[in-house]
């Protein structure tokens, strides 16, 4: 849904995932993600961010639910986004503010309606179901009330122009393309937490200082005698719910009370809710042109969905001015604190580039100089490659006149840790490394998320860049910013988010890896191909051998290329793990308790993984959800890479018993990726010890994999 941390869809995607316990809904909208919030202000000892209540902030936390921020007008990613969640419906709700200037008017309420009709007929979806949301104020100054949907809309402001016009433009291209939609003008909504440009937010939000004592007994209001189809918000949800459900395509429906109600009577009603009546003067404020003097809906054809409205005016209205009533006790609590309540806001948007080019470590020294130049550059690397690259990376780089250092930790997972984060940045201030120098972090996924997380650490952060020189590190671990150390207990359990400045992968550089190594970092590609990219799959199945000898270049950019493409997909949208990057945890909820398990010794992170993805596989079949077929695809597809390695049965079955330090990470739920075909997956909630060790006693028995699991 569109314009999901706006007023109706706050409540809208509340309402749908209490109705629905097996929905998923992804929320989209043009700001960042709130979970406490609304993105509008409202008054309260001056602008506050109005909070969410309770059920809302519930709503934005739950783990159906996602959001992603995106400007509708960006096709691209939003194209990528359908394909990638798939909706059957799409409600569209998001629209520019009133007050916005004309051709933002446009650009946001036409073009961005125009943008997602397009991407969803563009791309290669089972076409939802479309139900478009706009305000009542598109009927504008109407001649005879109630109005019902055949009604003219003679709009009044560019507002109204431009959501009419977007109403227009969708049923020409709507037909166009033979998409089903449904309309819903919806009248004038009203709840907790509404935008005071509103009148009953406006008038409770007044009324609510008044009794706190915060205000003078003097309301600022415009016309009184106005009158308004008022309807609770949280009906509207349920209305657009309803239509969804019942709702006949191609048809337009008034969304309201069809009650007509003056903004006298909402006063009235208000300032007896809040024993006020007769307490308060009125200071008359000016008519606007476009306000219109009678508005209400007629409807019949909502009623006759079976739709009723259950809100009460006054009930609403009351809830509106404890809303604020609770903010001021909130407040109240604050003040022993601090004398004013402030908010601070926290954005942030970053993008780098990932070069994947054979040959490119030659010209990397020119190419750092290029983007660093007098800034000193600290690699960090391990002992193998340092041999291998980054001591020749160092050489060049002192070449061409930069101020260059080598670290070297020792090669390993083990290295990974908090003793060797403290020498490290130990050894940065021994060097007197500064804010403005720049760590380049030569080597695999081990380096790259040891040498991240220092950067990310060190003096609050210093920029980094990435040069990975192992398959896994190239298309997966040197993207995305996710960077940690391990603890004896758990995998990657300390660390940051702190995104490197430029990925530079070489994928020549892979022609000196083990096979053993190369096999780990296809595990992790497998993985990626199970998540949207089942041509990645056929590639891995048709080319293993020549994969595995490492002597195809061509071969070996492809591959990085590919899945890097798939990963960064994946993450673009949800920088912070929230929702699409979830299915990259893939295998891998089963994999970090196995290398706890090894110590971090005698077992390559893709290996665990490779294990990871078989047990799943082995639980979506069994439990019938995913194709047997496909299900031994997978497998003898690890197979063909000697993946999984040989390992004991009884330590993958004690690997289980860690799961819960996982969970502590996972705020105490477990979900599971599983796969449910060749480029398809789904998350499922916890999964128990006895169904995992169940898989894996059936794998031991698997004809392809079986005997890499030894009893
Ligand atoms: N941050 C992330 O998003 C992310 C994603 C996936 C994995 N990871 C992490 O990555 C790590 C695993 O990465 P890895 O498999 O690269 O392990 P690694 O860094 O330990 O490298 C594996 C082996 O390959 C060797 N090597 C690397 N490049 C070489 C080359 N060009 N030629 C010869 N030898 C070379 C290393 O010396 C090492 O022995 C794990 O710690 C895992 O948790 C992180």
Redesign the pocket.
Known sequence: MTGAQGFIGRYFVAHVLEALPDVRILGVGRSPEQRDHFTHHITWRGPVLAPLTAPLAAAARDPRYGYVPLDLNDRPRLSELLAQFRPDTVVHLAAALRDDPPEHLVSSNVGSLVSLIEAIVGGDLPPPLLVLGSSGAVYGAATTVPIDEQSACSPLDPYAVSKVAAENMASVLVQRYGLQTICARIFNPLGPGQDERHVCGRICSQIAAIAAGLADPVLELGTLTATRDFVDVRDVARALFCLIERGQAGATYNVGSGMETSVQQVLDLALRGARLTGAVRLRPMPARPSDISRLVGRTDRLAALGFTCIHDLADSLQEIVDYYLALGDRAQEDRGEASNLYQVEVRSHHSYPVHVEPGLLAELPGRLEQRFGRRRCVLVS?A??AR??AEPLLYGCRQVGLDAHLLIVG???TS?SLTHFQELVNRLQGLGVARRSVLVNI???????LGGFVASAYLRGIPYVNVP??L??QH??AI?G??AVNTPLA??FVGAFHHPTAVYCDPA??R???RR?LA??VA?AIKVALCGEPRLFQLLETRADALLDARDPKLLTEVVQRSAARKIALLAPDPLEVDLRRVLNLGHTLAHPLEVEFGYEGI???EAVALGLAVATQVAVERGTCPEKDGDRILRLLAAYELPPRLPLDRCEAACSHLGAIRLVRDGRLHFVLPSGIGTVEIVPELDEVELVAALRALSRHPAIGWRLAA
């Open positions: 391990e193998r490659v291998l690259y090669e390993g997972e990974k080597g695999g996924g081990m380096v790259c998320d020189t192992s896994l590190a997966d671990a995305g996710k960077v995998k990657n550089a892979l000196t890896l083990h190594d780990a970092g992790e390559r992170h893709g």
